[in-house]
């Protein structure tokens, strides 16, 4: 299976503008000076994504108290991403990447595994950024559930 270039701790975070759940522009600079988690998942409303999604809400105010900003990013649509976030009373910025640009800088969309299959794919992945735009954690294939919880307790959150 051919490997999709990922990023590693230490390199520059590949800059990105996308439009939110309500169709404003969010770039990577506006978090500049504060540290930001950027999450990747497959596709809104489904069910590890959701469980991924409202886990980051349920820690929103320990991950915020610790200096740390959540962005979710996706292939989907922004009235999707609206609808998935009022369904489930998200409270961070989840962002539309339908041409998967960002997501392929990042390292994740590309081959995957699924179910046996090697399928093109969204590849659920994590990333602390600095207040400098440099990587300081990067984490692929990362479980849905439970992923949150062992990002808290790997950051002392």
Not at 70 to 78: A, E, N
Request: with cysteine; hydrophobic share 40%.
């Amino acid at each position: 299976m051919a490997q999709t270039p990922r990023l590693a701790v230490g390199d520059k975070a590949p800059a990105f503008s996308l439009p939110d759940a309500d169709g404003n522009t969010v770039t990577l600079s506006d978090f500049k000076g504060r540290k930001v988690i950027v999450y990747f998942y497959p596709a809104a409303s489904t069910p590890g994504c959701t469980k991924q999604a409202c886990d980051f809400r349920d820690s929103l105010a320990e991950l915020n108290d610790a200096g740390l900003d959540v962005i979710g990013i996706s292939p989907d649509k922004p009235a999707k991403l609206a609808k998935f976030r009022d369904a489930e009373g998200l409270t961070f910025p989840l962002l539309s990447d339908p041409e998967k640009k960002v997501l392929t800088a990042w390292g994740a969309f590309g081959e995957k595994s699924m179910y046996g299959k090697t399928v093109q794919g969204v590849i659920r992945s994590t990333f602390l950024v600095d207040e400098s735009g440099t990587i300081e954690v990067a984490q692929y294939n990362v479980k849905a559930t439970g992923h949150v919880a062992k990002l808290r307790r790997d950051l002392s959150v």
